[in-house]
């Protein structure tokens, strides 16, 4: 079985601070792939970031980067220079073949 | 529309009732997946599809809820004698399902359920 933890229910980042949120995976698989959404008070769930477990460089979007440390089994997620628009949900899922486990989210406000 | 489209909005209905969720997926995605969100909670996987068959519906809570593909394209997500513990928003996401890891879900906006 597949599971994401992700510890921080909740962070607070100054503006144009950089911040970073915390995911913790565990499955038995070897070949699986990590993301990271964001859902804002709207209710829609955007993409923000992947990493496949056999990449070895870190993945980077933009203002985001993964910080993937397969031996440990965690999948970071950081934002640099926080933006206003940044506020909202912070969920990390697991991709094992075609099932996708999300972890129960981490509420970032970003403080003007 | 190029999104990923889930019909009704907003679905208040009566305890006991029967309901109806419909998921429009993006064109040509294979993979098509359910999930409910509670309040304050992330995405729980319901039910994955693969064109018309279920692949995986380890994640239905009972056997109120059943899903359907049909023709491999829109799902039903349809749920019989609706509890007030079932309201949620129920998430529909589509991905080109080629087996590859390094391919998103596209999400729709969800159906808000709200059993009264």
């Known amino acids: 079985a597949q599971k994401i933890t992700q510890t921080q229910p909740g962070m607070f980042v100054q503006e144009k601070e950089a911040v970073t949120l915390d995911c913790t995976y565990d499955?038995?698989?070897?070949?699986?792939?990590l993301f990271w959404y964001k859902q804002p008070s709207s209710g829609e769930m955007i993409f923000l970031i992947y990493?496949?477990?056999?990449?070895?460089q870190n993945a980077t979007e933009g203002r985001y980067s993964l910080n993937f440390q397969k031996a440990r089994k965690s999948a970071n997620l950081v934002i640099s220079a926080s933006q206003l628009g940044d506020s909202a949900m912070y969920f990390c899922?697991?991709?094992?073949?075609?099932?996708?486990?999300f972890g129960i989210g981490t509420k970032l406000q970003v403080i003007p | 529309g190029a999104g990923v489209s889930q019909t009704p909005s907003n679905k208040v209905t009566e305890k006991g009732k029967y309901v109806e969720l419909r998921c429009d997926p993006i064109?040509?995605?294979?993979?098509l997946y359910w999930y409910r969100q509670s309040l304050g909670q992330g995405p729980e996987f319901l039910i994955y599809f693969q064109g018309t068959g279920a692949a995986d519906d380890s994640g239905l809570p009972n056997d109120r809820f059943f899903a359907v593909r049909p023709e491999g394209s829109v799902s039903t997500l349809k749920i019989q004698r609706t509890e007030r513990g079932d309201s949620a928003v129920y998430l529909c996401a589509s991905s080109p399902g080629s087996g590859l890891t390094n391919t998103e879900a596209f999400f729709g906006q969800g159906t808000r359920l709200t059993v009264v």
């Open positions: 899922a697991m991709r094992v073949y075609q099932k996708v486990t």
């Open positions: 499955t038995s698989d070897q070949s699986y792939g």
């Open positions: 064109s040509g995605h294979t993979a």
């Open positions: 990493q496949g477990s056999y990449d070895e």
